[in-house]
C-alpha cells in the first residue's frame, strides 16, 4: 500500500500549467479519485464556491496550484489584481482545507517572493530577510503571506500545510502568448516561429545578462508529490535544479535547438529584471532525498517540441 492508496486528491489548477504535469503524474499513482478544479466551475475568490467545492469533493489530499501568474509587464499594469486574487485564492483554500479536515495541504509560493538583495543561492531562512523585487511585489507578497497562514493553521489547529518554493518554472503546456508569459514560453515561441518562417531577426527583451534558475515543470511536480509524501513542517522548501542559467545562454541553446541562422536584436530599452536568481537546494536533497534531473538543453529541447505540436492551437497562443 503506497501513500496514495484510496486518497482522494483536489488539485487546483489541475488542468494549468504546472497543475497538468501534477495531475499527470499523479495518475501513475494508486489514488481513488483525482479531482481537478476548473477556474469555469468555481470561483476560488468567493468564499461560498470554495466551501461548495469542499462539500462536494471531500479530498484526503490538497495540491493548491491555482493563481494568477504572468511575466513583468502584467504584473506592472495590474498590481492589485495580483495581489487581491492570489490573497484570496490561497487563503480560502487552506482555510478550508482545514475546516474540512484534509489530511495535507501542498501549495506551491512563487521564487519571486524573496527579498530581492537576498544572498545567492537563495537559502530558505533568507525568504523574510527584506522585500522582493518590486515589479513583482504584490503577487509575491500575496504568495508569501500563505507561508505566515501555514505556520498559524500548524501552531493553533496543528494543520498539516506545507509550502513549496519553485524556482523558474518552464515545460509543456506554459502560456506561450509573447503579451504576458514568462521569459522561456516567449522565447521559445519567438524561435520556434522566426525558425518555421525564416525570419531575419528576433527581438529578445532586456540585456540577456540577468540569470535565473529556470526548473523544468515535470521535476518541479515530482519534488512536490515527494514533499506530500514525507514532509510534515510549515518551514518553506525550495523545488528547483540548483543551476544558475543566463537569459543569453536560453536564447544560444534556442538559435542551437529551432535552427535559426537570423540576428538576435538584444533590445535594453526594456527591463532586465532581477540581476540574479538561484536557489540552495540542499534542503530538498537531505529532506525530501530529491534532485531536479532535467537540464536545461533538454527541458527546452522538449518544451521547443510540444510547441511546435501544438502552436496551431489558439488555446496555447492566445
Given at each position: ?165 519553485p524556482g523558474n518554472i518552464y515545460g509543456r503546456y506554459d502560456n506561450f502568448n509573447l503579451l504576458?508569459?514568462h521569459v522561456i514560453p516567449a522565447l521559445v515561441r519567438k524561435f520556434v516561429e522566426a525558425s ?123
Amino acid at each position: 500500500m503506497s501513500f496514495w492508496t484510496g486518497k482522494r486528491v483536489l488539485v487546483t489548477g489541475g488542468s494549468g500549467f504546472l497543475g497538468s504535469h501534477v495531475v499527470n503524474t499523479l495518475r501513475g499513482k494508486d489514488c481513488s479519485e483525482i479531482i481537478v478544479v476548473k477556474k469555469k466551475e468555481y470561483d476560488l475568490t468567493k468564499e461560498d464556491q470554495v466551501r461548495a467545492l469542499f462539500e462536494k469533493s471531500k479530498p484526503h489530499i490538497v495540491f493548491h496550484l491555482a493563481g494568477l501568474v504572468g511575466g513583468i509587464l502584467p504584473n506592472k499594469e495590474r498590481p492589485a489584481e495580483f495581489f487581491y486574487v492570489n490573497l484570496m485564492v490561497g487563503t480560502l483554500m487552506l482555510h478550508y482545507s482545514w475546516l474540512y479536515k484534509v489530511e495535507k495541504f501542498t501549495a506551491a509560493g512563487a521564487g519571486c517572493g524573496y527579498p530581492e538583495h537576498a544572498p545567492i543561492p537563495l537559502k530558505e531562512e533568507s525568504f523574510w530577510n527584506g522585500f522582493p523585487q518590486k515589479e513583482s511585489a504584490p503577487y509575491s507578497l500575496a504568495k508569501r503571506l500563505l507561508h505566515i497562514q501555514s505556520v498559524a493553521y500548524r501552531q493553533q489547529h496543528g494543520f498539516n500545510s506545507i509550502i513549496c518554493i519553485p524556482g523558474n518554472i518552464y515545460g509543456r503546456y506554459d502560456n506561450f502568448n509573447l503579451l504576458d508569459a514568462h521569459v522561456i514560453p516567449a522565447l521559445v515561441r519567438k524561435f520556434v516561429e522566426a525558425s518555421r518562417n525564416k525570419s531575419a531577426s528576433v527581438e529578445v527583451w532586456g540585456s540577456g545578462k540577468p540569470t535565473r534558475d529556470f526548473v523544468y515543470a515535470g521535476d518541479v511536480a515530482d519534488g512536490m508529490i515527494r514533499a506530500t509524501e514525507v514532509y510534515d513542517k510549515s518551514e518553506i522548501i525550495n523545488i528547483s535544479s540548483g543551476v544558475e542559467t543566463s537569459i543569453r545562454e536560453v536564447v544560444q541553446h534556442l538559435t542551437s535547438i529551432t535552427g535559426f541562422s537570423g540576428e538576435v536584436y538584444w533590445n535594453t530599452s526594456r527591463p532586465d529584471g532581477q540581476i540574479r536568481r538561484c536557489f540552495d537546494v540542499g534542503k530538498a536533497k537531505d529532506e525530501l532525498n530529491f534532485q531536479a534531473c532535467v537540464d536545461i538543453r533538454t527541458g527546452l529541447q522538449l518544451t521547443a517540441e510540444w510547441y511546435r505540436s501544438n502552436a496551431e492551437n489558439p488555446e496555447v497562443r492566445k
